[in-house]
């Protein structure tokens, strides 16, 4: 695709401009914003288009279609191998999140492709209902999402993957065609092929390629939970039924765009409880996860001493910590599901299991609170991971690999071994009840050393992962990071079986082209790579805390937790409008592309980058909610003050920047200001400096604090406070500060009002 796309912006918005229920954008801050996901890629789109509705997405594809430009679907972005990034058109389903049937009797639900996995939980959790599948990522990733890359999550023991959810799929073609797909039986789906509609057309194909393959597809495909790597072939030699919803799971957005799935929903468990397990190594915890599994539990999760020390020096997450009693090599967080009854007898002998599984101590999970910090931690251990300066950064590419439960130790052992040979170091987390290990090792992509020991490690796990019998993606999804190693895994045969699928849903290849199917070199396309610029920049703020402005923005990994609509405080621009635009991701997505040269330096301060700072609030919500401490309220200050430099400040800023000498004006002539500021004369008067005429003007009080203050009692002591009297309490509000004066006064303290001049903050906003 062109790096200058104009020709094909025109015609899209000619195509779609007045018929879209969404919006197409194509600026290049648009782009830049839709460019990446939480992976290590950046491939910068033609353009996106959020759809709010099936006709939107047939549309969508048609334009794509005529103009011979390639569609990738996304929801929020949350994925972790690039599947997710759009060399041309970026077709974005998170605003299509409508919940459309809920039957509780047949624990069923019907839903849109961008509803989050959290908020239908939500919606069916008061019913003593759970969808099955729960990733670390379950307040922000669209069931779409899930449906590409075939999640799972903690429980994947007891509800399995995303397919197992499934019930029927919506689906929209290449062509335009929409299909209804779902498990039929062989006789039926035999006389369903007879038809001449889409579906018979796939229905067919799928049975000639299950034929023709049938053999290979039995020998190499892997017997366990956890295998999500190619298309789901083994659906196509089961000899009971037919199911394409299968094939569609875990396709990452290269056979077709779904507008509708069916879901089955599970009944919660009576109980649930955790308990946590220290090792002195890893491959003992690996160990250790067979003598667990043989108490039925409902998930084991592996934690390393690395993600536990990033954790405890993270004060938003220190408390979730605490059940970590020790400095171990490695934890398991064992869960179990069931009765009171049977969770109180697990409990009962639960030193004696620590004991058989050679853990150094053993500690009980059982109130919500610890329970919550606990499973809080392990979702946000990824971008906790990535909080650092550090040039090496833990790295997904081999992080998502799976092996048979009983071959974990040595799988662990040997990697371990591989990341050592190498020169450098690794996180262990993830889902050790499925063999399926999260390992990141740490490497600097923009260093060519960095990026060539990315490639020697990304074969040799392939390698080994080949050589355990299991699979190189088990639940993230193949996308940029592992699609060009499937071979080592199955072999040319079934990789030409997965080109007849590509070819049957996708003749043109034009749904998200190079995953999975003719996939590049797994280290190009990096969003940091060899050769990145940084524009110089000479910034007001240090951020030395955080290596410098350019560091601080390489915070931001696009995990998206600044997506979430619900709980705690980040982002509230984006909780109103929903716009990736006012994401804390999309923010430093923008600083992020200006600094490395992919937008114009001018762009720094330019319209574009107001929009997107505009409704940033500077809550700094998002330096302790974003597990990697990306602070863009800081940011925004530095863009303020970086476009006044360059064009001024306006009458607006200057006016709320003075906000105290102004109000200290005001002071002087309490009654006569006061009878002005909400006369509709003094709106239009501040309308000129660009404040909304509806706003009404600060008021003052009658006596300052500052003068109240003589007057108010004292304590005898010995304790001394000193009452920082700032602009609302000195001039509008000096009842706060006077009853803060009586109620220190009252536990016997001296207060003193020391001469402080304005704390900054105005100028700063």
Not at 363 to 389: H, I
Request: hydrophobic share 40%; proline share 5%.
């Amino acid at each position: 695709m062109p790096d200058k796309p104009e020709p094909y912006v025109r015609e899209l918005h000619a195509a779609l401009d007045g018929e879209l229920e969404g919006y197409l954008r194509t600026d290049e801050a648009s782009r830049a914003m839709w460019s990446t996901d939480a992976s290590i890629y950046l491939r910068k789109p033609v353009g996106v288009v959020v759809a709010r509705s099936e006709e939107d997405v047939k549309l969508t594809i048609s334009a794509a279609r005529e103009l011979g430009l390639s569609i990738t679907p996304r929801g929020t972005g949350t994925s972790l191998a690039g599947q997710a990034t759009a060399p041309g058109l970026a077709l974005d389903v998170s605003e299509m999140r409508r919940a459309l049937e809920i039957d509780l009797e047949e624990r069923r639900c019907v839903a849109e492709p961008g509803l989050v996995q959290g908020e239908l939980n939500a919606m069916v959790e008061p019913h003593g209902l759970v969808f099955g599948a729960d990733t670390s990522t379950s307040d922000v990733a669209t069931l779409g999402g899930m449906i590409g890359n075939n999640s799972a999550g903690m429980r994947s023991l007891v509800y399995g993957m995303t397919s197992d959810q499934v019930l029927g799929l919506r689906c929209v073609l290449a062509s335009g065609e929409t299909v209804e797909l779902s498990t039929l039986g062989r006789e039926e789906a035999r006389e369903r092929a007879r038809h001449a509609d889409a579906l018979a057309r796939l229905l067919r194909g799928a049975m000639e390629i299950g034929d023709r393959y049938g053999d290979e597809i039995r020998r190499r495909f892997p017997k366990m939970i956890r295998r999500v790597s190619g298309y789901g072939l083994d659906a196509l030699v089961d000899p009971e039924s037919l199911d394409l919803t299968r094939l569609v799971c875990g396709s990452e957005g290269t056979l077709a765009v779904v507008t509708r799935a069916e879901f089955r929903l599970h009944p919660l468990p009576e109980a649930r409880a955790l308990a946590s397990f220290e090792f002195d190594s890893l491959s003992a915890a690996a160990s250790a996860t067979r003598r667990f599994l043989e108490t039925d539990p409902s998930a084991i999760e592996m934690l390393d001493d690395v993600a536990i020390g990033r954790a405890r020096a993270n004060p938003a997450y220190r408390d979730s910590t605490r059940f970590v009693k020790g400095n171990p090599k490695a934890v398991l967080v064992v869960e179990w599901s069931g009765t009171q009854r049977e969770l109180d007898e697990i409990f009962g002998h639960l030193d004696e299991l620590a004991g058989e599984a050679g853990a150094l101590a053993a500690t009980p999970l059982r109130t919500k609170e610890e329970m919550s910090q606990t499973v809080r931690l392990r979702k946000s251990t990824l971008p906790l991971l990535l909080g650092t300066a550090d040039e090496e950064k833990p790295v997904a590419f081999v992080e998502d690999a799976a092996v048979p439960p009983d071959r974990l130790e040595e799988f662990v052992v040997r990697f371990e071994e591989i990341v050592e040979n190498n020169g450098t170091w690794a996180c262990f987390y993830g889902h050790a009840s499925v063999g399926c290990l999260h390992v990141r090792p740490a490497l600097d992509t923009s260093d060519p050393e960095g990026v060539s020991r990315m490639r020697r490690i990304a074969e040799e796990v392939a390698d080994l992962v080949v050589d355990c019998g299991g699979s190189i993606s088990g639940e993230h999804g193949d996308g940029l990071s592992r699609s060009e190693f499937m071979e080592k895994m199955y072999g040319g045969e079934i990789l030409r079986a997965f080109a007849d699928v590509k070819r049957l849903f996708d003749p043109r290849g034009m749904m998200n082209p190079g995953v999975i199917v003719a996939p590049p070199r797994m280290d190009r396309q990096l969003r940091i790579g060899p050769g990145r610029k940084r524009l110089p920049i000479r910034t007001g703020l240090s951020f030395g805390d955080q290596g410098g402005f350019a560091k601080a923005i390489e915070l931001c990994n696009g995990s998206g937790f600044c997506r979430k609509r619900t709980g705690g405080t980040m982002c509230p621009s984006y909780m109103v409008t929903l716009d990736e635009q006012d994401t804390t991701r999309a923010r430093a997505n923008m600083l992020r592309s200006v600094i490395e040269g992919t937008l114009p330096p001018e762009e720094l301060t330019g319209r574009r980058m107001k929009e997107v700072m505009d409704l940033c609030v500077g809550c700094k919500a998002c330096k302790t909610e974003c597990p990697s401490g990306v602070d863009v309220a800081s940011m925004k200050t530095e863009v303020l003050y970086q476009t006044g430099r360059q064009h001024g400040f306006s009458l607006r800023q200057k006016a709320a920047g003075h906000i105290r000498r102004q109000l200290a004006l005001a002071a002087m002539i309490p009654s006569p200001y006061n009878a002005v500021a909400g006369t509709r004369f003094a709106r239009r008067a501040a309308a000129l400096a660009g404040i909304d005429p509806r706003r009404s003007l600060p008021r003052v009080a009658n006596k300052t604090f500052s003068k109240r203050f003589p007057g108010l009692p004292q304590g005898a002591g010995p304790a001394e406070v000193a009452l920082f009297n700032d602009t609302w309490n000195e001039y509008q509000r000096p009842e706060v500060g006077e009853g803060a004066v009586r109620l220190f006064a009252a536990a016997g303290a001296r207060i003193h009002l020391p001469e402080v001049v304005c704390c900054g903050r105005p100028m700063l906003s």
